[in-house]
């Protein structure tokens, strides 16, 4: 009888760790405005297939964030393409209910969180995607230099298997060469 309650309990707890129902922590008392400047994505995991099919030869892109007055962040993605140019994307991460969580409707990411970051050296961003019915997480590796930065690192690791991701779905991300190394301008 004890083993059959030990084993329950056990069963139990698993479940309310699943990926579905894990808690995602977010950085206490997110600063946007030490958050604002220049980021390289230096490493990404994620259990969306369409990622998992394209890791292998993605290259690291290069992030410009803005704050808004009203708490959003503005992004500019640069991202080097296999001809040698550069495709810029913007978006915008909408202020979420608590300062460091955001939304981006425009990529049905539901659930954007800064859930560690110095400001200096790295930040771990969970992402949530909702498309077509499909829910999918990510975790990116934020950094301020296109080096991987160790307690970064570590804390994606940590997090990884808590939100359902494992070491298969992660890929450190290769550096670009050409037009490669200078943020996007916050006019371009």
């Known amino acids: 009888m004890m083993l059959q309650t030990l084993l329950v309990s056990c069963i139990l707890a698993l479940l309310r ?3 579905g129902q894990a808690q995602v922590p977010i950085q206490a008392n997110f600063d946007a405005s030490q958050f604002q400047g220049t980021w390289y994505v230096v490493a990404a995991a994620s259990d969306d297939p ?11 892109p290069v992030v410009w964030v803005s704050p808004a007055a009203n708490g959003d962040l503005a992004l500019k993605f640069g991202y080097s393409m296999p001809d040698g140019g550069c495709q810029k994307m913007d978006t915008t991460f909408s202020r979420g209910a608590v300062d460091g969580q ?9 659930d954007i969180r800064v859930v560690s970051t110095d400001y200096a050296h ?3 961003l969970y992402l949530e ?17 296109p080096e991987m930065f160790p307690e970064g690192a570590e804390k994606m690791r940590q997090l ?5 991701l ?19 301008a916050p006019g371009d």
């Open 17 to 19: 760790v699943s990926p």
């Open 50 to 60: 369409g990622f998992l099919d394209a890791k292998d030869n993605m290259k690291m």
């Open 102 to 110: 955001f939304s981006n409707a425009a990529m049905a990411q539901t």
């Open 122 to 124: 790295f930040a771990v």
């Open 129 to 145: 995607t909702q498309k077509a019915g499909v829910r999918n997480v990510w975790l990116q590796l934020f950094a301020r230099t």
């Open 160 to 164: 990884a298997p808590q939100v359902g």
């Open 166 to 184: 494992n070491p298969s779905e992660g890929t450190l991300l290769a550096k670009s060469g050409g037009g490669y190394g200078q943020a996007p």
